[in-house]
């Protein structure tokens, strides 16, 4: 990873400035939005070389390409608001399971145990997909310049995503017996894990009141529209809704997290400070 310049560059001392008034909670913000990129990025990436044919492998790598190259702008911003002597690199490879700040749906593995499901990485895909849209194109208008560049950037790419994945949810949902079933599967498993998104807490409210950041929970009627939309068309049933709230935000993941982080950080970490 390298530091990437976007259109707002300049403006980043604005930024800092910002960030000396809100405290930890602009980084601590900005590593959320992050750490949602990277840990999709890598877990979409296991499918390089495995997936169901070879489109849908070419499509899955350039989306996790997508995803990697926004969490470097975001940790890359990160660092520097920061200022701790950290860089990007320093963020993804050199914490621990802990300190990583994605919503626990994205760390979840492709599949139930070990044997991969295409339905599971789509129907996730799409639920991720169809909250980004709107939460990159709200944060477009960030006070934070180098957060809305990047937004900006990355609202084109999520679009993309979600056209991909609610075109294979409705080929799957109004496909074969069998693909039916595990696309309503897939969604039923993963559905409880959506209400994370809806979770306020002080970090995301005092993000949104001094405009940097927005609530998501103000975005859930757009994802319902986007999300029922697709259902319909597809034939499927919108599972029910849970209590269930899980916590990767808060930095409590499941047990997938650990393994998934020690085999992305394993090189870095066994020859720190290696360029190549």
Not at 87 to 112: H, I, K, M, S, V
Not at 120 to 144: C, I, K, Y
């Given at each position: 990873m390298t530091t990437v310049d976007t259109p707002a560059q300049g403006a980043a001392g604005g930024a800092e400035a910002a960030a000396a008034a809100l405290?930890?909670?602009?980084?601590?913000?900005?590593?959320?939005?992050?750490?949602?990129?990277?840990?999709?990025?890598?877990?979409?990436?296991?499918?390089?070389?495995?997936?169901?044919?070879?489109?849908?492998?070419?499509?899955?790598?350039?989306?996790?390409?997508?995803?990697?190259?926004?969490?470097?702008?975001?940790?890359?911003?990160?660092?520097?608001?920061?200022?701790?002597?950290?860089?990007?690199?320093?963020?993804?490879?050199?914490?621990?399971?802990?300190?990583?700040?994605?919503?626990?749906?994205?760390?979840?593995?492709?599949?139930?145990?070990?044997?991969?499901?295409?339905?599971?990485?789509?129907?996730?895909?799409?639920?991720?997909?169809?909250?980004?849209?709107?939460?990159?194109?709200?944060?477009?208008?960030?006070?934070?310049?180098?957060?809305?560049?990047?937004?900006?950037?990355?609202?084109?790419?999520?679009?993309?995503?979600?056209?991909?994945?609610?075109?294979?949810?409705?080929?799957?949902?109004?496909?074969?017996?069998?693909s039916h079933a595990r696309a309503q599967a897939a969604l039923d498993r993963l559905w409880p894990y959506t209400n994370e998104f809806w979770a306020a807490d002080p970090v995301e409210q005092r993000a949104a009141a001094n405009g940097i950041g927005v609530s998501t929970a103000a975005l859930k009627p757009a994802w319902d529209q986007t999300v029922d939309a697709v259902l319909a068309e597809a034939c499927l049933k919108r599972p029910a809704d849970s209590n269930f709230v899980s916590t990767g935000k808060l930095g409590r993941h499941s047990e997938f997290l650990g393994y998934l982080l020690a085999e992305m950080q394993s090189l870095a970490r066994q020859h720190p400070g290696a360029t190549w």
């Open positions: 405290g930890p909670e602009h980084v601590e913000y900005l590593l959320r939005l992050g750490d949602n990129a990277l840990v999709l990025g890598q877990r979409l990436s296991e499918w390089c070389g495995h997936g169901p044919v070879l489109e849908e492998d070419l499509a899955l790598t350039n989306i996790a390409l997508d995803l990697i190259g926004q969490a470097r702008l975001l940790l890359s911003h990160a660092a520097r608001l920061e200022a701790r002597g950290r860089d990007e690199d320093a963020l993804a490879y050199f914490r621990d399971e802990q300190a990583f700040r994605n919503w626990t749906l994205l760390e979840l593995p492709n599949g139930e145990a070990k044997h991969d499901d295409y339905a599971v990485t789509v129907a996730r895909n799409f639920l991720h997909s169809a909250l980004m849209v709107e939460l990159w194109q709200a944060l477009a208008g960030s006070t934070d310049p180098q957060l809305a560049a990047i937004a900006a950037k990355s609202l084109k790419e999520a679009r993309s995503h979600l056209r991909h994945s609610a075109d294979w949810m409705i080929r799957f949902g109004d496909g074969t017996e069998d």
